[in-house]
Each structure stands twice: as structure tokens, then as C-alpha cells.
């Protein structure tokens, strides 16, 4: 499950997930085999996917930037926890 906000300090949109943790490094591999353009990786991941700009944080918190369209930074939001779960250990 998926939760959705507005940004409280931007014009974006904040995506939690119910499970927490990310391996910002296989994360990255997955996504830029998806066709996303890494711009930045520190101790969060910052990608450029068409207009918008995409942080994903090491708890798996993500924000959606320059945008107010819940259902399109959900898309985004999902392609990206399938490649986290791809790569999760159970």
C-alpha cells in the first residue's frame, strides 16, 4: 500500500510505502534499465524521469517534484517499487 500526499514544503507529491528500506545501488541498476536517467546518487537517489524530478530516500520515501497529479507520481512511485522489489531478500 501506497500513501500519497502534497508536499508540505514544495509543489510535489510524497509517496510513502508501508514497507521501508531501499539498496540505493541495485535500485539504481533497475531503474536505469528502465530507462531512467540517474542525475545524482548520495545518501538519497535524485533521477530525472521526463518533466519531473524524483528523490528516493534510503527508507523508500519518495517525492514526485513540479507536479499536484496524485495518480501520475503514483505510476512513477510503482515502476519504481517493482524494481525494489525485484531485488528484495525474503
Given amino acids: 500500500m501506497l500513501i500519497a ?5 514544495m509543489k ?4 510513502t510505502p508501508r514497507e521501508n528500506d531501499a539498496d540505493l545501488e541495485e535500485l539504481c541498476e ?5 530507462g531512467y536517467r540517474i542525475k545524482r546518487v548520495t545518501r538519497f537517489l535524485a533521477l ?3 518533466e ?3 528523490t528516493i530516500f534510503p527508507s523508500g520515501k519518495i517525492i514526485v517534484k513540479d507536479t499536484s497529479d496524485r495518480e501520475g507520481a503514483l505510476k ?3 515502476d519504481i517499487y517493482e524494481c525494489l522489489q525485484a531485488y528484495r531478500v525474503i
Fill in 30 to 34: 533497475c531503474l536505469a534499465g528502465r
Fill in 5 to 9: 500526499k502534497p508536499c508540505t514544503s
Fill in 12 to 15: 510535489g507529491i510524497v509517496i
Fill in 52 to 54: 519531473h524530478d524524483i
Fill in 48 to 50: 530525472l524521469s521526463g
Fill in 76 to 78: 512513477i512511485a510503482t
